[in-house]
């Protein structure tokens, strides 16, 4: 069993920056590969990144290529986006999750096993 809680969504200006944390608990945190995801209002859940178990690979949609950044730190069971230039279209609830498992990262959302509970990140314009 893994736990996930996101935190650090907010309200923020479009060009602004936010950096989400997701806090993982329940297994080795270095063990299986991270992802983040986001679901807006009316819209079907979408990939933004994932990372490897190892923090030295990680892939990106191409919406937020160039903007966002993911990264994890295992001492801290933690993982990261990093979001800057934010876009009024970056507006969804992000979610973290875990593919247990794997060492790999994947864009596809049925490959992982857990899921937080979510962080809404608003961008206004």
């Known amino acids: 069993q893994v736990q996930l809680v996101e935190s650090g969504g907010g309200l923020v200006q479009a060009g602004g920056s936010l950096r989400l944390s997701c806090a993982a608990s329940?297994?080795?945190?270095?063990?299986?590969?991270m992802g983040w995801f986001r679901q807006a209002p009316g819209k079907e859940r979408e990939f933004v990144a994932t990372i490897n178990w190892s923090g030295g690979s990680t892939y990106y949609a191409d919406s937020v290529k160039g903007r966002f950044t993911i990264s994890r730190d295992n001492a801290k069971n933690t993982v990261y986006l990093q979001m800057n230039s934010l876009k009024p279209e970056d507006t969804a609830v992000y979610y973290c999750?875990?593919?247990?498992?794997?060492?790999?990262?994947?864009?596809?959302?049925?490959?992982?096993?857990?899921w937080g509970q979510g962080t809404q990140v608003t961008v206004s314009s």
């Open positions: 329940g297994r080795t945190f270095g063990s299986y590969a």
């Open positions: 999750a875990a593919r247990i498992g794997a060492y790999s990262g994947s864009s596809y959302s049925e490959e992982y096993n857990y």
